[in-house]
């Protein structure tokens, strides 16, 4: 095999590998057939990995972030900061978002994009966010990391090339 089918067959077993969690983690919360339980973990998919990361993001940090979160039950939209707007920012590890966010956004590099499955144990719990966000409901959220500020250090809000 030459050296560039080899490279062609190594990318294709990475796709399919990605895939393949990517599939696993859509399915990670359940629709409420059969009687399934809930996920009782968090789970963290990074969907975009920059090539470069100079820091990554830790507890005290001021995060600015676009995301999409979805009832995962219903796939309906519940919050939308994606691209349009200012991004939503927030000290990471001080209590300020829910604590599947506290969570599944530590260690994440500027310009990186994590899809998160979040229990209602680390999201709203039994009483869910009325009138978007049912009760004990999972929920799916994409966030892109657009940038990090820690102790007066801003790091530029682009992803690194």
């Not at 859509?26 to 629709?31: E, L």
């Not at 899809?115 to 409901?137: C, D, H, M, N, Q």
Request: positive net charge; aromatic residues 4%.
């Amino acid at each position: 095999m030459r050296s560039g089918q080899r490279e062609t067959v190594t990318l294709m077993s990475t796709v399919k590998i990605q895939l393949l969690g990517l599939l696993l983690l859509i399915s990670s919360c359940p629709f409420g057939a059969h009687g399934a339980q809930p996920p009782s973990k968090l789970k963290i998919g990074i969907l975009k990995r920059p090539e470069a990361c100079a820091l990554k993001s830790k507890a005290g940090d001021l995060l600015s972030v676009y995301s999409v979160g979805k009832v995962h039950k219903t796939n309906k939209v519940f919050d939308e900061r994606e691209v349009v707007g200012e991004p939503f920012k927030f000290l990471l590890g001080e209590g300020q978002v829910i604590r599947g966010w506290e969570q599944g956004l530590l260690g994440m590099c500027i310009g990186e994009v994590r899809r998160l499955v979040i229990p209602s144990e680390l999201a709203y719990g039994e009483r869910g966010a009325p009138p978007f966000i049912p009760g004990t409901v999972c929920s799916a959220l994409h966030v892109h990391l657009k940038c990090v500020s820690c102790h007066a250090l801003t790091v530029t809000c682009k992803p690194p090339i």
